[in-house]
């Protein structure tokens, strides 16, 4: 959830303990350490830089050749900073990452009641049409939040009014473009479960930039997948293409994504409870589509919202001119971003071309010199944006938090309770974890 926000959705770690070293990439594992940590996201450097504070010896492995995770800051393709992954400080009165934000200086702007531009075809939508709209909205809100409050564990379209034509725009927002789905394929219980998302910031520099500085310092194995976890004698050991690394205790931060797709073998497999989890809490997605303008406007408010009416959730609405930056960024979520993923990056941009086009009108293309498609999809590291439960599965949220054998510690965005789905909420899980296991190590 959370990827889109304001109108439409309703401490501090010191670096003490630390080396004042960069991120190092090592080829070898000397000795055992108490702890290895596997991704180095926000949740794995939260949980290294907690537990190093209290003295324990730690590594952490992580696939990709940067830390981060799905906290990714591109300036590279339009020299304008893109986040590919999390860009919003969501709950940030209760968000870990707004005080360092703060500290740091960052420029941080509220998004909430931004102005928002709607269409209907190549015209903007009249009073009455405004106000179907706002009654859809609130129509699938109530409906959704009745729904959650009284325990339904059922698809969330099933309770949805589905009154025609304004449903769709409104499905769109709650569903594919925050929870990373349909509304078939999550529960009004799991959705309730989700914490209030206001307030919600902007952070001009990227989220991706605060992560990575976040995590300066933390001893990281980069390029070194985790390939096989055995744990059926004392503590673990893990395996990589690199060398094998034995330790106490494993904090495995992966995306639940990964851990469906097997990527890591367990030995001895994992238990049935386990594995029940991880297939109850598939991985959604939400993709964005940014399209570099020449300096062209089209009147488009600064940090606005651009939404058209529909007649599905095959839709790709967009954030206007962030910081005033010459960008629009498109959105697509759910079913229809996994068949644009598939379909290939060219064919994404052009529908999000297309978008802009049916409103801002044929001559809107001259005015864009260059799109990109996120591609969390077909991402081996993550195969996805975030996780929810799939109706009749919320018990998995208990289970994916579960220890095994108080050996494997499970953690990251989707074990962070009311905060899942967020990088505030993965980081909090990291320091929670780190806490439980410097517990048991004692
Ligand atoms: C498009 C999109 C938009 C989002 N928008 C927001 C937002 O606005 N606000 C917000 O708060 N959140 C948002 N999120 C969610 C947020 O990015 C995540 O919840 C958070 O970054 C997850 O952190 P994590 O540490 O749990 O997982 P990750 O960041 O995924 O870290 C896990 C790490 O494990 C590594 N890994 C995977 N497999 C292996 C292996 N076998 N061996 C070693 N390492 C491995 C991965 O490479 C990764 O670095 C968004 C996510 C996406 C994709």
Redesign the pocket.
Known sequence: M????AAHLTRRATLSGLAATTVASRSSFAGEPEVVI????????AAARTLIDRGRSVVV????NR?????LTDTATFSIPF????????TSNQ?P?TPIAEDWGYTLHNHDNADEVVHVGDRLADDAELAAFGQAWDGLDGALAAAGRAGEDVSAASVSPRTEPWIWVAESWVGPMSM?KDLEDFSPKDWWSLASTAPNLMIKEG?GTL?ARYGEGVPVSLA????RVRWGGPGVTVE?DTGTLRAKVAII???LG?LAAE??AFDPPLPGWKRDAIAGLPMGL???APLKLDGETFGLPENGWLSYLTQSTEACYFLTRPFGFDLVIGFMGGRFAWDLTRAGDDVAIDFAKHALRSMLGADADKHVQGGAF?G?GRD???H???ASAKPGSFDARAGIRRAVDDRLFF????C?GSFA???????R??VDVAKDVDRLLG
């Open positions: 959370y990827a889109l926000t596997i991704g180095a996201g926000a949740c794995g450097l492995l992580e696939a990709r830390i981060g995770g799905r906290a986040d590919h992954g999390c860009s919003w400080l969501h968000n990452w990373g989220f992560v070194t997948p985790a390939r990589t931060t992966v995306p990964v990527s890591i939400l993709a964005k996120t969390w081996p590291w993550s996805g944006a975030y953690a990251g965005e989707a962070a789905e967020t990088c505030g909420g993965a980081m899980n990291g």
